[in-house]
Structures are given as C-alpha cells and as structure tokens.
C-alpha cells in the first residue's frame, strides 16, 4: 500500500491507518551507504556497531538505517499524542540537571518534578532543591 510522496501532495506521509485499523509505516531514504573503506574499516566503534547490527552488507545497513527513520517517527507520534515533543523533553532534560546536581536514585524524580513545576531547570536550582530536601528523604 504506498504512500503518497510530498511531490504528489506537498506533504510528507510516512505513516497512515489500515482498513483494519494497524499503523503503516514508510520511509525511503535515497542515500550512499557502505560498509567498506574509509573510517568503517579504520575505526573500532563503527566495527563494533557493524557487528552487533549484524551488517555485513552494504544493503543491511540501509535497511537499518531505514529501520531506524521509522522508529523515531514512531516515537515522534507517541510523543505528539502523549504528553507533546517540548514537555517531554524538558522532563528528559530535568532528571539530567537533577543527576548532574548529584541526585540519585528516588530524588532524581522528586527533583525533576519540582523544578518543572517552577519553571526552572537549572543545576543551582537542583542543588538548592536537593540540599532542602529532608535528609530521611534522602
């Protein structure tokens, strides 16, 4: 079942609903790719990430790569059906700043939440959050 291109309707679809109510997913990726020569070859983390892929083709890779298109914007619709890409993200980056101030475990969440719920997600502010915190919390 193809999916309309943006030159055939001046949008991009990627995704679309079945008849039987299942989410399709497409995505075509017209780019080089190889798995021979130049740094592939040269640098061990590319090797190692060949390996665990189990790309031992060009063509492997491709389709990995493709796989990969797809499950970002899978993620990028959870997200936008969710709680939206901008909170989402501010959350993520919130338990960041908590573990960065020295949070861990419980107060890593505890933290994060407060300083979403200021408005202010700033080490200092973690900090500050975290000292303030009673030390059976802790």
Do not use: C, W
Request: hydrophobic share 45%; proline share 5%.
């Amino acid at each position: 079942m193809p999916l309309p291109r943006k030159a055939d309707t001046g949008r991009y679809r990627l995704m679309k609903k079945t008849p039987q109510g299942d989410l399709l997913g497409r995505i075509e990726l017209p780019m080089p790719v190889g798995i021979v020569g130049g740094a592939t070859r040269a640098h061990p983390t590319a090797q190692a990430a060949l390996k665990i892929m189990g790309a031992t083709t060009a063509d492997r890779l491709a389709r990995v790569m493709a796989a990969v298109g797809l499950v970002q914007n899978f993620s990028a619709l959870r997200a936008l059906a969710t709680e939206g890409i901008q909170r989402g993200h501010m959350g993520l980056h919130a338990r960041n700043v908590a573990i960065a101030a020295g949070a861990t475990g419980a107060q890593i969440d505890r933290i994060a939440r407060a300083m979403v719920e200021r408005g202010e997600i700033r080490e200092n502010v973690a900090r500050t959050l975290l000292d303030e915190m009673p030390r059976k919390g802790r």
